[in-house]
C-alpha cells in the first residue's frame, strides 16, 4: 500500500516551521487590527451602516429608541463626504459615481441634511423630480390628485390646522430635477421639506432596512427592551 507523501512548500512562501521569519505575535495583532478596523470602515462608508433614530418625526414606523441598519449601496456607489473630515481637489465627494436602482416614492432613507451638512436626517421620499407637490389641510396632493399616503400619521384634528403653517399649507411646488420632496411619517411632528426644501440625490447616502434594536428609554421597567421590533422590515 503506497503512503501519501506530503505535498511540497510553495516556491517563495515562508513557513513557521520552514526557514521564513517569523512574525511576532504583537505584530499579527497590530496587521490583524488594522486589517479589521480597514474593512470596518469600508462597510460603514459604501456598504451598510447602523443608525439610532433620536426624535419621533418617523412614528409609528420608526420610533425614538429604534437602532437600524441603512443599505447604502442600494441606489449606487456614493463618495463620502470627505475622509476624516479631509476633502482631496478633484475626487467627488458626497457624489455618486455609479447608479444602481432608482429612488423611489415611498423609500424611507437617510440623506444629508441641507440646512447642515453635519447632520443626517431620516425621512419618506414623497416626491421625485418633476413631480407637483401640495400640502392641503396636513394632507398631501400629488401632481394634482390626494395621494395615496398610508403610512401618514397625524395627531392634530383637521379643524384645529392652521392656514399659514407649511406644515398644514404648503404648495404647490413643482420639484426640480435632481431632488426629492421628504417628509416624515408623523406629519404633525416632522421638521420636513416643507420647512426647509428640496433634497439633492447626490445627498442621499441610503435606504432603511430593517430595526436590529429598540430600546425604550421611557419605560419603567428594568429592561425596556421592544422585543417585538427586533428584526422588522422597515416599509
Do not use: C
Not at 412614528?59 to 482631496?88: A, C, Q, W
Not at 426647509?196 to 429592561?223: P, Q
Amino acid at each position: 500500500m503506497r503512503s501519501l507523501k506530503p505535498a511540497p512548500p510553495l516556491a517563495g512562501v515562508g513557513s513557521r516551521l520552514g526557514n521564513g521569519p517569523q512574525k511576532s505575535i504583537a505584530r499579527e495583532y497590530a496587521e490583524a487590527l488594522i486589517i479589521a478596523l480597514v474593512l470596518a470602515i469600508f462597510i460603514r462608508t459604501f456598504l451598510i451602516q447602523a443608525y439610532k433614530i433620536p426624535s419621533g418625526s418617523m412614528e409609528p414606523t420608526l420610533l425614538i429608541g429604534d437602532h437600524i441598519l441603512v443599505n447604502k449601496l442600494i441606489y449606487g456607489l456614493r463618495m463620502p463626504d470627505s475622509i476624516f473630515g479631509l476633502e482631496i481637489a478633484g475626487l467627488p465627494f458626497g457624489r455618486y459615481v455609479l447608479h444602481f436602482e432608482p429612488i423611489h416614492r415611498g423609500d424611507v432613507v437617510v440623506f444629508v441634511f441641507p440646512p447642515d451638512r453635519s447632520k443626517d436626517f431620516i425621512k419618506r421620499v414623497i416626491g421625485l423630480a418633476g413631480d407637483t407637490i401640495q400640502v392641503k389641510n396636513g394632507h398631501v396632493w400629488l401632481n394634482g390628485a390626494a395621494m395615496d399616503d398610508p403610512h401618514a400619521h397625524f395627531e392634530v384634528a383637521d379643524q384645529d390646522r392652521s392656514p399659514i403653517s407649511p406644515r398644514d399649507n404648503f404648495g404647490p411646488v413643482q420639484i426640480p430635477p435632481g431632488k426629492i420632496f421628504a417628509m416624515g411619517d408623523n406629519r404633525d411632528k416632522s421638521y420636513d421639506s416643507r420647512f426647509w426644501g428640496f433634497v439633492d440625490e447626490n445627498d442621499v447616502e441610503g435606504k432603511a432596512l430593517v430595526i436590529y434594536w429598540s430600546w425604550d428609554s421611557d419605560h419603567d421597567g428594568w429592561m425596556p427592551v421592544r422585543w417585538s421590533r427586533f428584526g422588522m422590515i422597515i416599509h
